[in-house]
């Protein structure tokens, strides 16, 4: 009878040690995904900020654009198009960063604001251009040595403002992403447990005012629980480090090129949205999502 209860107080302690240690487990699993999502929420307030940041830049772009132009038709349009930036820019203010149907939109809006941009400055720099053609006719009289000199203040002056306007205007943008889960055959499915690799193809628009040569292009796809599906390492981004899945370098020549990339999955995938996010430059360019089922 004593060895009886020997063996069930043996019992019941085992319990308790087991039960003990999955309590453990499951307090740090949940402390990493806090940890995890923490850093989500600090990247999307960092993306929201950067937005923030450039909206301000157009709408100030704008204002300068319109000094020293007498065209009124051109100067009503610029107005219009500060008013539009400065309007979006109060609505992304309102908005929150965890609202990210409502950032898309935004960041869409602002790709839209951006390639507005380069349009009128191309205008302005033209008129400007022509201005600067018509001064040098009317001072041709007067003496060789100042007229050289004032020319070449102005052209000097021009172009380091035209440089700074056109390095905003001049990111890249990446549309028409698609993800596609594939079998082992290379068959598309949608059933998480039958998905082997994803195949993510993007285009990457025509800009003529980036500078063309060597991109690496980061690939970072997450998982329903926001973890970096077969993280490969890290980049840089906002003075921070965060995993990628894929990475591929490109030879950018500011005309549209369109992209495939792969992250093969070696891991457990569950249902539900698979989002990818594209980075270059520094800059995040496009994003993407697909749902899978059980």
């Known amino acids: 009878m004593k060895a009886t ?13 087991a039960g003990i240690a999955s309590c453990n487990d499951n307090a740090k699993k949940l402390e ?7 850093e989500l929420r600090q990247l999307a307030e960092l993306d929201k900020k950067e937005m923030e940041n450039q909206y301000a830049e157009f709408a100030t772009q704008y204002s300068e654009l319109k000094q020293g132009i007498k065209d009124d038709s051109l100067v009503a349009q610029l107005e219009k198009e500060q008013q539009r930036a400065e309007q979006l820019l109060q609505e992304l203010k309102r908005t929150q960063a965890s609202s990210s149907a409502e950032i898309l939109r935004l960041k869409k809006e602002l ?3 951006r390639a507005i941009l380069r349009d009128y400055i191309r205008q302005v720099d033209s008129l400007q251009q022509l201005n600067i053609q018509l001064v040098g006719e009317r001072d041709m009289a007067r003496a060789e040595a100042e007229r050289t000199r004032a020319e070449n203040t102005n052209i000097n ?14 990111q890249l943008n990446a549309t ?16 998480s447990k039958e998905v082997k690799r994803f195949s993510i193809s993007f285009t990457i628009s025509r800009n003529v005012t980036a500078a063309a040569g060597n991109r690496q292009v980061f690939v970072r796809l997450l998982k329903p629980n926001q973890q970096v599906v077969s993280q490969m390492g890290s980049f840089s981004y906002e003075n921070r480090n965060i995993g990628y899945s894929a990475v591929k370098t490109i030879e950018y020549t500011g ?18 949205k698979y989002t990818a996010y594209i980075f270059a430059d520094g800059q995040m360019i496009g994003t993407g999502s697909v749902m899978l089922e059980n």
């Open 5 to 17: 209860r020997s063996l069930v107080a043996f019992v019941i302690a085992a319990f308790l040690i």
């Open 32 to 38: 990493e995904k806090e940890k995890e999502l923490a």
């Open 111 to 113: 790709a839209s604001v």
């Open 157 to 170: 002056q021009q172009n380091q403002a035209l440089n700074e306007k056109v390095a905003i205007a001049a």
């Open 176 to 191: 028409g992403i698609h993800i596609s889960p594939l079998k082992k055959t290379g068959k598309a499915t949608k059933k």
């Open 255 to 272: 005309q549209e090129q369109h992209h495939e990339v792969y992250v093969n999955v070696n891991e457990y995938l569950s249902s539900g």
